[in-house]
């Protein structure tokens, strides 16, 4: 069967069989170009996993849109007939929400207490299935329940039953003077988000019980559950016209969007740098190829001799580059399939056996390392492997076919 020279010569000098320094070299041109592809799959990985994460329990706790409006508790109901005409909201929730301290013993804690009701509070959020100990619909009017996130629990060393004082920064004269209002509340359950913030510092009680204790200082508004994330600043802001109270309106992409821009810079960060490990693998490349043409400089004047052109020569040289190059990228992109599938697991074993925490919750918000692979990142990163690996190519494959056959013999 025919096969073009300069690819049959390239794959002898790819075979595994071939021995000498050349193929060392190329093995190490292999190994850098598949370490540095499967860094960066993993790298890319875990940061979608950690995006995609924090993005599920941050709106798991805060609600696609909020709507505030002043007198919200005299008629919620009708306020929220309202909202849910316009199709793409699916579910409205009343809640008020103000700052507080927690006081047991001589322990002391700023919490954010958000008054909730919970039957209509279960669609919008995360809580419930993420309940330690307790159920949502534990917190009852006039009981003066508290749910608390196992974080906070933790540090008061409090479980279901005990008992916590809520001091609000609101002051009431009484008898011998001014003093803050406080009021005891009963732990009711716990529950776990997998996020340090919402874990450590959030205390849900319910909506008259807030309404009671905030009479002045509390916001009071409609959380929104839209069909769609994305859509969410406008669906909200459409429905909202329908009110006929005053209103504000604040969606998810206002209350956290420096954080997710943060998130995306620092994605794009990641692959430019990573992208140096490749580049420093395609250098191999090139000092592999200049001394593979170094070393065949006799080969090469033979072919010419034999009425090899000048395009035969830097094809046969590029082909070989590209050949090393799809072996590095292959070998890459499997191992950062399989590292990324596996790097939750492998980190948490790791954890288990040294006693170290790698991902502490206090500085990266969740407890574990997620990770997500996209395959449009894998296809972006081994194009853009090979492409630099293409370019690579170019000079020293342009050199070998520039020499003169006449002058190589000649020393012969």
């Known amino acids: 069967m025919f096969r073009p020279y300069a690819f049959f010569i390239s794959t002898r000098y790819t075979a595994l069989g071939s021995r000498g320094f050349i193929s060392f070299i190329s093995l190490v041109a292999v190994a850098g170009l598949a370490l540095g592809v499967m860094a960066l799959i993993t790298v890319l990985s875990v940061m979608n996993g950690f995006h995609q994460e924090l993005r599920s329990r941050i709106l798991g706790m805060v609600a696609h849109a909020t709507i505030y409006t002043p007198g919200l508790l005299d008629d919620w109901q009708q306020s929220a007939a309202t909202l849910l005409q316009h199709p793409q909201v699916l579910a409205v929730a009343p809640f008020v929400q103000g700052e507080g301290m927690l006081m047991q013993g001589g322990r002391m804690q700023a919490v954010l207490v958000k008054g909730i009701l919970p039957e209509a509070e279960a669609p919008l959020s995360i809580v419930d299935e993420k309940m330690q100990h307790g159920r949502l619909d534990n917190l009852r009017a006039g009981e003066f329940g508290i749910l608390l996130g196992a974080s906070l629990a933790r ?50 009680i319910h909506l008259q019980d807030a309404a009671r204790l905030f009479t002045r200082g509390g916001n ?77 400089r006799h080969d090469i004047a033979v072919l010419r001799t034999m009425g090899a052109s000048t395009g035969g020569i830097l094809s046969l040289f590029m082909i070989h580059g590209v050949l090393v190059a799809l072996a590095g990228i292959l070998v890459g992109t499997v191992g950062g399939y399989l590292l990324a599938r596996n790097v939750t697991g492998l980190v948490t074993w790791l954890e288990t056996k040294t006693a170290v925490d790698f991902v502490p919750e206090e500085v990266y918000y969740l407890s574990e390392l997620p990770s997500s692979l996209h395959w449009p990142d894998v296809i972006w990163i081994d194009c853009s492997a090979f492409l630099l690996v293409v370019v690579a190519t170019l000079y020293p494959s342009w050199r070998a076919a520039l020499q003169r056959p006449a002058a190589v013999l000649r020393h012969e």
């Not at 479980?159 to 609000?168: E, F």
């Not at 508004?221 to 600043?233: E, R």
């Open 155 to 204: 540090k008061f060393g409090v479980r279901p039953g005990a008992t916590l004082t809520l001091v609000v920064p609101e002051l009431r004269t009484g008898l011998t003077g001014i003093i803050p209002r406080l009021k005891r509340f009963t732990v009711q359950g716990t529950f776990e988000i997998g996020m340090y913030e919402f874990d450590s510092s959030v205390a849900l």
């Open 220 to 296: 009071e508004g409609l959380s929104l559950l839209t069909a769609d994330l994305m859509s969410a600043p406008t669906v909200s802001r459409d429905a909202a016209q329908q009110l006929s109270e005053p209103y504000g309106v604040v969606d998810w992409t206002q209350r956290h969007s420096s954080f997710f821009r943060a998130l995306k810079t620092e994605k794009a960060a990641m692959f430019v740098i990573l992208m140096l490990i490749i580049a420093v693998a395609a250098f191999n490349i090139v000092s592999m190829l200049t001394m593979l043409v170094s070393s065949k």
